[in-house]
């Protein structure tokens, strides 16, 4: 599972079971079919339910890394496929921002259902509130229409920026800590011999 730490807001608009899990959905049945006893490797994430010109928006934080995931243009049956969306959202993110065949291969590996609870961490929360001022700042004074802007690339504009972490002294660039977690994933286990195609996540 990958557990995503959902504000009031955007809990209200999840159709989740008892559970906290999503509906399944045909492209998403895969996702299932692999083993939810166990967390994957990509951890925890915290999210949020932004209205950005009329337009429902979700955007992810990851807790150890603060890597962000830009979400734009959500409608209401898009919010219960929540788990593809968020899920194509990452892959292409990380392909925007850079990563190499071996990371693209390990991150579409640890994909796992989202479950979803009402958990906040306050310094994560920070770290969301921030990046949610700096793309309405990026979308105001560049006159950006967001229909006109993929998700990616503010995504990619967000993790290549660096944040303060409470408790760390030093500042967190989180393309450069996400691509780390998945470079010691790769030596806690076997790595995939094949490249994933992106073709799955569109």
């Known amino acids: ?44 994430w915290h999210a949020n339910l932004l209205t950005l010109q009329r337009r429902n928006c979700v955007l992810l934080v990851h807790d150890q890394t603060r890597f962000p995931v830009f979400i734009p243009a959500l409608k209401k049956a898009d919010l219960a496929n929540l788990d593809w969306w968020f899920s194509d959202a990452l892959m292409n993110t990380l392909l925007k921002c850079g990563a190499n065949d071996r990371q693209m ?41 967001l229909a006109e802007i993929t998700g990616y690339r503010l995504s990619a504009w ?7 972490v409470k408790g760390r002294k030093d500042c967190v660039w989180p393309d450069r800590e996400f691509f780390a977690l998945l470079d010691q994933a790769a030596l806690s ?9 992106l073709d799955a996540h569109r």
């Open 189 to 197: 286990g076997p790595i995939p011999d094949n490249v994933i195609s």
């Open 158 to 164: 967000l993790a290549h920026r660096p944040c303060s």
């Open 105 to 145: 291969a390990l991150a579409a590996e640890m994909l796992h259902r989202l479950q979803v609870d009402s958990v906040c961490d306050r310094s994560v929360q920070g770290t969301m509130n921030r990046m949610a001022s700096d793309i309405e700042h990026m979308l105001y004074y560049d006159s950006i229409n």
């Open 1 to 44: 599972m990958m557990t995503i730490h959902a504000t009031k807001k955007l809990m209200a608009k999840l159709p989740v079971n008892e559970a906290g899990l999503l509906p399944l959905r045909e492209k998403t049945i895969y996702l299932a079919e692999r083993d939810d006893a166990a967390p994957s490797p990509l951890g925890s």
